[in-house]
């Protein structure tokens, strides 16, 4: 199985700020990586798919770009809404793997 | 709206068996591939199994490979998840989920149930 290892695990910012999360594969996965937010008792959300392709009605201040064994999700101006958790998955081929997830807290 | 409802989640006692289902509405259920996804209590995202738009192949993880079926009734709108020979480590919410684009298997999931907690304990 492909091994999807995010960093940090968690980290503290606050509103206004620029973060940006990791994602590395065991092997190459092409472009076949989402990233997804979830928060305390709900559903992942999908923000990005194919690497870099920002999912419908998520705002544009998400951003995401690698290839290959390395990716990254950038979150360019941090609302209060974006505090949660961030996973990455790989979709290239199965079974499918999630990262350990990056824990946003506020600052 | 497309809308994904679990149910049958709930308490089982290891060696136990649960069917977990999936009701869908708002979309072309037939049209898409669906997976679960389970997530232990204060853990991570774990891919579990899925199915193809007609039924015909399936995948599952590992772990829960001879042990979980994966089914689909296209006619009803349903998904499901048998378990059978349950054991403490699958105690999880299971979502399941709906691919990004219809007939397309890889691709992520766009659309996620609310979740069924499934308790296995004695």
């Known amino acids: 199985a492909i091994r999807m290892t995010q960093s940090p695990s968690s980290f503290s910012a606050s509103t206004g700020d620029r973060v940006t999360i990791t994602c590395r594969a065991s092997q190459g996965i092409s472009s076949y990586l989402a990233w997804y937010q979830q928060k305390p008792g709900k559903a992942p959300k999908l923000l990005i798919y194919?690497?870099?392709k920002l999912q419908s009605g998520v705002p544009s201040r998400f951003s995401g770009s690698g290839s290959g064994t390395d990716f990254t999700l950038t979150i360019s101006c941090l609302q209060s809404e974006d505090f949660a958790t961030y996973y990455c998955?790989?979709?290239?081929?199965?079974?499918?793997?999630f990262g350990q997830g990056t824990k946003v807290e506020i600052k | 709206e497309v809308q994904l409802v679990e149910s049958g989640g709930g308490l089982v006692q290891p060696g136990g068996s649960l069917r977990l289902s999936c009701a869908a509405s708002?979309?072309?259920?037939?049209?898409?591939?669906m997976h679960w996804v389970r997530q232990a209590p204060g853990k991570g995202l774990v891919w579990v199994s899925r199915?193809?738009?007609?039924?015909?192949?399936?995948s599952y993880a590992d772990s829960v490979k001879g042990r979980f079926t994966i089914s689909r009734d296209n006619a009803k709108n349903t998904l499901h998840l048998q378990m059978n020979s349950l054991r403490a480590e699958d105690t999880a919410v299971y979502y399941c989920a709906r691919v990004l684009i219809p007939s397309s298997n890889s691709v992520p999931f766009d659309y996620w149930g609310q979740g069924t907690l499934v308790t296995v304990s004695s």
């Open positions: 998955q790989q979709y290239y081929s199965y079974p499918w793997t």
């Open positions: 199915i193809n738009s007609d039924g015909s192949s399936t």
């Open positions: 194919a690497a870099s």
């Open positions: 708002g979309f072309t259920f037939s049209s898409y591939w």
